[in-house]
């Protein structure tokens, strides 16, 4: 069992920059792939980003590349979500994803556990 607790989120104005965090529980965190997800006001979720157990290896979506950057500290059992140069039209509410198979998975059904999520709102 994972729980996942995402912070960081808030109100920036259109340019500026936020990095969310994602803290897990569990001794088991290193052996999850990890990713992000992101869901805008009357739309689906989409994928966001998504980072090997290792973090050796990321993966983005292609709207996001250049901007994002998704990062992991397996010590501290948290992964992160650095994003610059925001839109508003990344505001949405961000959720954090354990997965146990796969390397970068990039569907949600690919993931074991979910955050609760944290708002980010970019106004411009």
């Known amino acids: 069992q994972v729980q996942l607790v995402e912070s960081g989120g808030g109100l920036v104005q259109a340019g500026g920059s936020l990095r969310l965090s994602c803290a897990a529980s569990g001794r088991t965190f290193s052996t999850y792939a990890m990713g992000w997800f992101r869901q805008a006001p009357g739309k689906e979720r989409e994928f966001a980003a998504a980072?090997?157990?290792?973090?050796?290896?990321?993966v983005y979506a292609d709207s996001l590349k250049g901007r994002f950057t998704i990062s992991r500290d397996n010590a501290k059992n948290t992964v992160y979500l650095q994003m610059n140069s925001l839109k508003p039209e990344d505001t949405a509410v961000y959720y954090c994803?354990?997965?146990?198979?796969?390397?970068?998975?990039?569907?949600?059904?690919?993931?074991?556990?979910w955050g609760q999520g944290t708002q980010v709102t970019v106004s411009s």
């Open positions: 994803a354990a997965g146990r198979f796969g390397i970068t998975p990039r569907h949600q059904n690919e993931y074991n556990y």
């Open positions: 980072i090997s157990w290792s973090g050796g290896v990321t």
